[in-house]
């Protein structure tokens, strides 16, 4: 009955591999995103989604495409993965875009 | 600068002791989160407020829209306490803005 959940937990990859990260929440929220968390633990805002639509589109490299088949998913592809990509990356989500955020456990990306 | 300051950036305690985080921001926002990431990484939201004061268990946030100030405090705290604090500030829409965090330990 996971709230949030990600997959795959730990990456680990060649650089200029494409790799994608899966995200799901089963609470009904219409909004969700996608956050960076680098080597010094500070979170930065990729992403956000609501009801499918990009509503937060922050500068981040054209590398990164989120996709959002329905409005429980929100996937995060990443193309020509570069050592600097290397972070957790987590998903959240929230009953609107002005309310609580649930996060999901986190992705930990290793580029080599 | 960071829009978004918290201190101290470290933070260690005695078990029992009353702490405070302090959360200074530079702009005007629309609401202030705190949150509270494990020591296994996961990221759990404590409280989110506009104004006053909110408290849930031994865990007290206060916010002064007006001195554009935060504090999280800590009752009687434990070693299970230990973690980093977020202070986050929303603007508008959606978009947080996140502090530094602060790592709390607490000792036995």
Known sequence: DTAVSQTPKYLVTQMGNDKS?????????????WYKQDSKKFLKIMFSYNNKELIINETVPNRFSPKSPDKAHLNLHINSLELGDSAVYFCASSPGNTD?????PGTRLTVL | KNEVEQSPQNLTAQEGEFITINCSY?????????LQQHPGGGIVSLFMLSSGKKKHGRLIAT???QEK?????????HPRDSAVYICAVRRSGSRLTFGEGTQLTVNP
């Open chain 1, 21 to 33: 990260i899966k995200c799901e929440q089963n609470l009904g929220h219409d909004t969700m995103y």
């Open chain 1, 100 to 104: 609580t955020q649930y996060f999901g």
């Open chain 2, 26 to 34: 530079s702009v005007g926002i629309s609401a202030l989160h705190w």
């Open chain 2, 69 to 77: 100030h935060s504090s999280l405090h800590i009752t009687a705290s």
């Open chain 2, 63 to 65: 916010i002064n829209i």
